[in-house]
């Protein structure tokens, strides 16, 4: 049975979908005013990892995440840039795109963006006119009377008495109450702006996301999601004006990842710890394989607790990475082609039972590096891992990681032999030197065999000695 820690409830609940076998997700997605950062990252990563075990497990999930392509931020970024809000946003959305297949993100069922859906959000305001929660202010903009849905604080734990308006929300004094947040904004001189009831204007942030959930969804479904900073005011707003719209029930669970930190301090541009995900992937000569070690790093922590990106983190799960593609390089055909493992495979109970328990990732990589070792023990000793194989696989697959080339990531593919790869040697002389250290050993000449590996270790070069004499080396990047 699968358990997720529901944030409306504050602990952890067996989850029971609303339809047998089916799965409604929606997560808040990207404003895309900007390059994409650690934080977006972890956005990304846990919930395409979220959803690919729901998925491991038979249901069938509808994912959708939403893009906000028109938002503050972005007017006035375009206005900075003079050019066109769309040009600016496609730009992004198209950058974000490449960022989550270098992640290895599978893309959602659907992508809805705010402007897509102005005609949803203009009838959802409309609902709650009439039904006495929206009100026009004499400046024009629409709000949302916070203090007539009964209920508004639940999510947060915050007690109304005490709001403070969240950052997005205006301050001004054209609310009837200072708590109120606003709905509709009425348009200003050269801004983008759509024909509504209230004027020509545009949506508030919090609206968009309701619209566009129970558009692509349902006006109740299972999972809404998205990063802890956007508990309150955000998903606190998105419940109060949905149900009242609605009448009904918005999510049965609200999961929530944690913040990401950096060298234990909070990301923060102020700050100068700010990183965009490309910068990052500019570490590696190989942004793919880059990637694939932010991921690891990502799921080493699990996805509520805070996330400390650093140097040592990244270097870690590098090596966390490597240790696994070197078994898949072993494997060779034997890891491409290995069968479903059996469903009374002690390995995949493990993993099974890690997994759905609120998806703790690191207790799942911990099964994984068990299995990781036996296969090692077992393939030392020419004896039978097949079950041991099966498990490897899925569960890879299952996380998102090692499905790269081995020799690629673990960088002992080269194309060109002349390419000089240590020093000043080719990977032609390099591989011409082990070879030589390989034929020393078999003639027990110890002291030449030491000298050769002396020399290509103190040019950056790891050696691996297998069975049988063989070899496989990499550079250190």
């Given at each position: 049975m699968l358990h997720i820690y529901n944030s409306l409830s504050r602990k952890k609940e067996e989850f029971i979908p609303i339809k047998a076998g089916k799965i409604g997700l929606y997560v808040c997605g990207m404003t895309v005013y900007d390059l994409c950062h650690l934080g977006h990252a972890r956005v990304l990563v846990v919930f395409d990892m979220a959803v690919r075990y729901m998925r491991a497990l038979g249901y069938k999930v509808n994912y959708v995440r939403n893009i906000t392509d028109i938002d503050d931020k972005i007017i006035e970024r375009a206005i900075s840039n003079k050019e066109d809000y769309q040009v600016l946003t496609t730009r992004f959305i198209d950058a974000m795109h490449e960022d989550s297949e270098v992640l290895n993100v599978l893309p959602p069922d659907l992508e809805p963006r705010a402007t897509s859906h102005i005609d949803d959000i203009i009838n959802m305001i409309q609902q709650l006119e009439d039904k006495g929660y929206a009100y026009q202010g004499e400046l024009g903009d629409v709000y949302y009377r916070v203090r007539k849905f009964d209920n508004y604080g639940r999510l947060s734990g915050k007690d109304i008495d005490e709001l403070r308006v969240g950052a997005r929300v205006e301050k001004d004094n054209d609310k009837e109450d200072p708590v109120d947040f606003v709905l509709w904004k009425r348009a200003k001189p050269d801004e983008p702006h759509w024909a509504s009831p209230w004027g020509e204007g545009r949506p508030g942030w919090h609206i968009e996301c309701s619209a566009m959930s129970t558009q692509c969804i349902a006006d109740h479904f299972d999972i809404h999601a998205g990063g802890m900073d956007l508990q309150f005011p955000?998903?606190?707003?998105?419940?109060?004006?949905?149900?009242?719209?609605?009448?009904?029930?918005?999510?049965?669970?609200?999961?929530?990842?944690?913040?990401?930190?950096?060298?234990?301090?909070?990301?923060?541009?102020?700050?100068?710890?700010?990183?965009?995900?490309?910068?990052?992937?500019?570490?590696?000569?190989?942004?793919?394989?880059?990637?694939?070690?932010?991921?690891?790093?990502?799921?080493?922590?699990?996805?509520?607790?805070?996330?400390?990106?650093?140097?040592?983190?990244?270097?870690?799960?590098?090596?966390?990475?490597?240790?696994?593609?070197?078994?898949?390089?072993?494997?060779?055909?034997?890891?491409?082609?290995?069968?479903?493992?059996?469903?009374?495979?002690?390995?995949?109970?493990?993993f099974k039972q890690a997994m759905s328990d609120d998806f703790n990732t690191p207790e799942a990589l911990a099964v994984l590096f068990d299995v990781t070792r036996t296969i090692n023990k077992q393939l030392d000793c020419a004896a039978d891992c097949a079950p041991e194989i099966a498990a490897f696989k899925v569960m890879c697959g299952t996380l998102g990681i090692v499905y790269q080339d081995p020799a690629s990531f673990l960088g002992t593919s080269i194309s060109d032999q002349s390419e000089i790869v240590a020093g000043d040697l080719t990977a032609a002389e390099v591989q011409n030197l082990l070879e030589e250290r390989s034929a020393a050993k078999n003639d027990k000449n110890w002291a030449r065999a030491d000298e050769i590996r002396d020399q290509l270790v103190a040019l950056g070069v790891r050696i691996e000695d297998k069975p049988g004499g063989e070899f496989s080396w990499s550079v250190k990047r």
């Open positions: 955000h998903h606190e707003n998105e419940i109060a004006q949905t149900e009242a719209a609605t009448g009904c029930t918005f999510a049965n669970f609200w999961m929530h990842n944690g913040y990401v930190q950096i060298d234990k301090e909070k990301m923060s541009k102020s700050l100068g710890n700010f990183f965009t995900i490309r910068e990052i992937l500019a570490q590696d000569t190989q942004p793919a394989r880059m990637g694939e070690v932010i991921r690891f790093m990502m799921l080493a922590s699990h996805y509520r607790s805070p996330l400390n990106y650093s140097g040592e983190a990244l270097e870690n799960a590098r090596l966390a990475l490597d240790r696994l593609y070197k078994v898949a390089d072993r494997l060779e055909t034997a890891y491409l082609d290995a069968a479903a493992p059996e469903e009374d495979n002690n390995w995949m109970k493990r």
